[in-house]
């Protein structure tokens, strides 16, 4: 066979496979935004599947998370390469807040995105309630009251005074209280006043600001 020939022939050769590479349309990976799960205060997991990578390498994946819609140039976890189904933490999120997220792929093309979903971290407003006095005698008292925290680390005091203006504190002896459920509170009082009206009531605070609870009076008991 002349060698002429063998020529002509690969340059038909080369056309054909620079024609039909020309014809594979490469286009951003597709991917699943996974269910989310363990919502916390501050945390949640997330992730995702790549159910194609647009026929070109997945050169990065993970999850994106913003107040709205969010992209890649929001806040993103970056969970690597070569995988189709992945999990991803998101960490130092702001309690009782509502967020979006979406899984990502990229590859040489661009970015796909998943299904945008929306969540809301735990953590609210303190709920405090004042209760009555108990254990009343000449100089010390026991103040109680009712807390609700919120899911928040949540500190507690009483104020009290003999009048609206308290003017004293009492720290709860526990410092904080946790979870999301109704907490009764006691903290002994001494050092009273004999035979004198005292003005009380609890103060709470966490990270999502303060809870004060209604004021309720005492009066000591008389010296004989």
């Given amino acids: ?73 929001d806040n993103n976890n970056k969970d690597g390469t070569n995988m189709i189904d992945y999990n991803s933490t998101i960490t130092s999120l702001y309690p009782g807040s509502v967020f979006f997220i979406r899984a990502y792929a990229t590859n040489e093309v661009g970015t796909g995105y998943g299904e945008t979903l929306s969540f809301k971290t735990l953590g609210k407003l303190p709920v405090a309630v004042t209760e009555l006095a108990t254990n009343i005698l000449q100089e010390s008292v026991t103040l109680n009251g009712t807390v609700n925290p919120g899911y928040l680390e949540t500190g507690v005091s009483f104020e009290y005074g003999e009048t609206l203006k308290y003017g004293k504190i009492a720290i709860y002896s526990y410092n904080y209280v946790y979870g999301n459920s109704d907490t009764p509170i006691s903290v002994d009082i001494t050092g009273l ?27 000591t008991l008389s010296k004989k």
């Fill in 193 to 219: 006043l004999p035979g004198t009206l005292y003005h009380y009531r609890i103060n709470t605070a966490n990270g999502m600001g303060g809870g004060i609870g209604n004021d309720l009076t005492f009066t």
């Fill in 1 to 73: 066979m002349q060698k002429w020939y063998l020529q002509l022939i690969n340059i038909i050769i080369m056309a054909i496979v620079i024609t039909y590479s020309s014809c594979i349309k490469k286009d951003v990976p597709c991917v699943v935004t996974k269910p989310l799960a363990n919502i916390g205060t501050r945390s949640v997991t997330a992730g995702g599947i790549i159910t194609s990578d647009g026929g070109s390498k997945v050169l990065q994946a993970g999850v994106c998370w913003s107040s709205f819609v969010p992209s890649i140039i």
